[in-house]
């Protein structure tokens, strides 16, 4: 079972840019899809983005389409998230998350391993 750890959450106004950080441990993450999630205040954990074992296939909420990329990085066992163009909508504990499913064949939300999530404020 892979560990993660997230960070780089933070405070930051409208229109500004957040790279959030999820390190992993106890495993290689080259054979995982990582994703993102998030649950704002009241709100359920919706889906934020996925990315491939290899980084080539990646998927990502209408939302966030054209404001946030996801990375990985696997010789760092690390993969990014880069928030540009926050909104206040935005705030919300974001969550990473690993799964040995291949993204390639379709998104799939229910992955076996999450980090405890990094807390992102966006103020208007």
């Known amino acids: 079972q892979v560990q993660l750890v997230e960070s780089g959450g933070g405070l930051v106004q409208a229109g500004g840019s957040l790279r959030l950080s999820c390190a992993a441990s106890g495993s290689t993450i080259s054979r995982y899809t990582m994703a993102w999630f998030r649950q704002g205040p009241g709100k359920e954990r919706e889906f934020v983005a996925a990315?491939?074992?290899?980084?080539?296939?990646?998927y990502y909420a209408d939302s966030m389409k054209g404001r946030f990329t996801i990375s990985r990085d696997n010789a760092k066992n690390t993969v990014y998230l880069q928030m540009n163009s926050l909104k206040p909508e935005d705030t919300a504990v974001y969550f990473c998350?690993?799964?040995?499913?291949?993204?390639?064949?379709?998104?799939?939300?229910?992955?076996?391993?999450w980090g405890q999530g990094t807390q992102v404020t966006v103020s208007s």
């Open positions: 998350a690993a799964d040995r499913f291949d993204l390639r064949y379709g998104l799939r939300t229910d992955f076996s391993s």
């Open positions: 990315i491939s074992w290899t980084g080539r296939t990646t």
